[in-house]
């Protein structure tokens, strides 16, 4: 059974201070995908990272995928209150279809 | 920006009925794909599907779950005969290459009673 662990389940932080989130595997994903997820609405594609050691930026928001391509991280600098949400990553495997599995998701709380 | 249309937003439905989920995919996608999620719980991926057939399908999607695509615009899931563990939210999601860049749609809540 594939599984994607993610740490921290839940964070509590001040506004202004850094953070990252991890994703981690015993799998290899020939994509590892990050999303954000509002309450009763569906997950919104943050990024896709695709080659072993990639690095991504979007805005304050860093995404790495590991070297062996079965572990990843999310790092936001600055963190606002804006970033409050629940933040998911999903590796997809192309096992002849596309079969996404999804972690449990970290729930981020930035306080003003 | 271009977006995934799901319809009904909420469905309540009896145990044993049928029950037809509508999703509208990105015109230009080529790959649509089912999920679900139950309250509290993690998305969990259902099936996807590529040129007009299931290319996967995990193990939720057992005999009561079918998929079509009727036309060239609509993707639906229906469920034979509902239980009450099938309430759940769930969640139509489509993309223009396999497992790369998926765009979910805002879900049907669906509640057996």
């Known amino acids: 059974t594939q599984l994607l662990e993610q740490s921290p389940q839940f964070l509590s932080i001040q506004e202004g201070e850094n953070l990252t989130v991890y994703c981690n595997s015993s799998s290899v994903f020939s994509s590892l995908q990050w999303y954000r997820q509002e309450p009763g609405e569906g997950p919104v594609l943050l990024v896709t990272v695709v080659t072993g050691g990639e690095v991504k930026k979007l805005k304050r928001l860093t995404f790495q995928f590991g070297d062996a391509r079965k572990d990843s991280s999310l790092h936001i600098t600055a963190a606002q209150p804006g970033d409050t949400g629940l933040y998911l990553c999903a590796g997809a495997r192309n096992t002849g279809g596309f079969k996404t599995i999804f972690g449990a998701g970290t729930r981020l709380f930035v306080k003003a | 920006e271009p977006e995934v249309t799901q319809t009904p937003s909420h469905q309540v439905t009896q145990m044993g009925q049928e029950v037809i989920l509508r999703c509208v995919p990105i015109?230009?996608?080529?790959?649509f794909y089912w999920y679900r999620q139950i309250l509290g719980q993690k998305v969990e991926f259902l099936v996807s599907?590529?040129?007009?057939?299931?290319?996967?399908k995990s193990e939720i999607f057992d005999d009561q779950f079918s998929v079509e695509r009727p036309d060239g615009s609509n993707f639906t899931l229906k469920i034979r005969s509902t239980k009450l563990e099938d309430s759940a939210m769930y969640f139509c999601?489509?993309?223009?290459?396999?497992?790369?860049?998926?765009?979910f749609g805002s879900g049907t809540r669906l509640t057996v009673v």
């Open positions: 015109s230009n996608h080529l790959y």
């Open positions: 999601a489509s993309s223009e290459e396999g497992g790369y860049g998926y765009t």
């Open positions: 599907f590529y040129n007009n057939e299931i290319s996967e």
